[in-house]
């Protein structure tokens, strides 16, 4: 059981930065590749990034290449999403999710792989 919180939620301006952060609690944090999605009002939940249990590979969505970049600490049981130059189009509840197998790797970019969710912080980017 992997439960998750995330954090570093907040309202910037277009250009800013925000590094959202996900605690898990649980023994087997870093057996789990670990994805970060997004849903803005409206919209279906959508894919950002994902990132191995090693933490060595990386994956994501095209529209924040170059933008975000996922990271995690297993001893912290902790992953990261820096954010920068954000635009008002990222604006949306952000979810991290544990993959649902154990050590999976390459994962796809669908919510249903995913078995263990966080509640969603809260991003607003401002133009």
């Known amino acids: 059981q992997v439960q998750l919180v995330e954090s570093g939620g907040g309202l910037v301006q277009a250009g800013c930065s925000l590094r959202l952060s996900c605690a898990a609690s649980?023994?087997?944090?870093?057996?789990?590749?670990m994805g970060w999605f997004r849903q803005a009002p409206g919209k279906e939940r959508e894919f950002v990034a994902a990132?191995?249990?090693?933490?060595?590979?990386?994956y994501y969505l095209d529209s924040v290449k170059g933008r975000f970049t996922c990271s995690r600490d297993n001893a912290k049981n902790t992953v990261y999403l820096q954010m920068n130059s954000q635009k008002p189009e990222d604006t949306a509840v952000y979810y991290c999710?544990?993959?649902?197998?154990?050590?999976?790797?390459?994962?796809?970019?669908?919510?249903?792989?995913?078995?263990?969710w966080g509640k969603g912080t809260q991003v607003t980017v401002s133009s």
């Open positions: 999710a544990a993959h649902k197998g154990v050590r999976v790797w390459p994962v796809r970019a669908i919510p249903e792989d995913y078995g263990y």
């Open positions: 649980g023994r087997t944090f870093s057996s789990y590749s």
């Open positions: 990132i191995s249990w090693s933490g060595v590979r990386t």
